[in-house]
């Protein structure tokens, strides 16, 4: 094992594997933009292809796979119950699936972006609406409330009670207090709702009625953060790539990278930053992260649409790793 397959620090030290998913060659695998572990540690990759659902057990062969009728991929989560939601952000819903791919029920509405005057993805002049405009990911709390981050076209938390019931809209455009620039990724932590604030790179922390409670800063550009067993996850996109048309890209960039922090915000480990996305140690555009039972991390990345819309060329980045606990 060569030591540049291994990354991380202290207690949190992982072996890299970059083809651990046995994707069957008739898939189209375009990029896995996320990743959820199921109950029995089964990992579900959301795919911008066709199938939009492949099914992996945890050592990476392959189940199944099952498409659904949407425009385009964005979010996976598990709710506690064990359903799946999906978040379609062209097509402006969040919809609740079965492990099989059964579309049980659409959260709120679906198709139609509510009014918040954004051109295009351009968060610079959205003004908050309700649900939904270009939504991106999707928590559920132990009592079954979900709170949806609406965030490409909106800035707004969205918060459903257990019958799918909207009962709050919070947030707004900005980088204030309680405010957000593309509120990108969400996990709830008890009676704390975590908010990747992408733009403003920060976490805000939020009880269940939107009530700020505190911000975190050591990050960049986050996507997501995952909650699990008393520590926080984060995938951060970094300022090298997947910037918007109006970004410059800063004279000392920082790669895409993931950091591990616990409820006190200390930082335990981080692994890439780098700016090589080639090699292990690093990654181009870090999307969506999960962890399973045994303390594996899943990373996907948005290697493909970001490397497109930069005029790079895809081939040989990196967009599904397992990081393997040591």
């Not at 199921?38 to 498409?67: K, Y």
């Not at 269940?208 to 996507?223: E, F, I, M, S, Y």
Request: glycine share 12%; with cysteine; proline share 6%.
């Amino acid at each position: 094992m060569s030591t540049s397959d291994i990354v991380g620090d202290g207690d949190f030290r992982y072996k890299v594997s970059t083809n651990w998913a046995q994707i069957p060659a008739d898939l189209e695998f375009v990029e896995a933009i996320g990743v959820a572990v199921a109950p029995d540690d089964s990992v579900f990759v959301f795919n911008r292809g066709t199938p939009a659902v492949l099914v992996f057990r945890p050592d990476g062969s392959f189940v199944t796979s099952w498409d659904a009728d949407l425009v385009r991929p964005h979010g996976i989560s598990f709710a506690p119950e064990g359903t799946l939601l999906l978040t379609d952000d062209l097509g402006h819903r969040v919809g609740r699936y079965s492990h099989k791919g059964e579309l049980l029920a659409n959260l709120g509405p679906a198709g139609s972006p509510s009014e918040t005057g954004v051109d295009g993805f351009d968060y610079r002049t959205i003004q908050q609406a309700g649900p939904y405009n270009l939504p991106t990911n999707v928590a559920v709390a132990e009592n079954g409330h979900t709170f949806v981050a609406d965030g490409y076209g909106n800035a707004a938390i969205h918060h459903f009670d257990e019958h799918d019931v909207l009962l709050e809209s919070w947030g707004g455009p900005g980088d204030g207090d309680g405010r957000f620039n593309v509120p990108h990724g969400i996990c709830v932590d008890g009676d704390r709702v975590i908010v990747a604030d992408r733009e403003n790179s920060r976490l805000q922390f939020f009880d269940h009625a939107g009530k700020l409670l505190d911000t975190w800063t050591d990050v960049v550009r986050p996507c997501q953060v995952l909650c699990h067993e008393g520590l926080y996850y984060v995938a951060e996109l970094g300022n090298q790539n997947g910037l918007f048309p109006w970004q410059t890209r800063p004279d000392l960039p920082t790669g895409g990278r993931v950091s591990i922090f616990d409820r006190d915000s200390q930082l335990l480990a981080r692994m890439g930053g780098g700016l090589d996305p080639t090699v292990p140690a690093a990654f181009y555009a870090c999307h969506d992260i999960a962890v399973d039972s045994r303390g594996n991390v899943f990373v996907g990345e948005v290697a493909v649409t970001a490397s497109k819309a930069a005029g790079e060329d895809p081939e040989g980045l990196p967009t599904l790793r397992r990081f393997q606990r040591m």
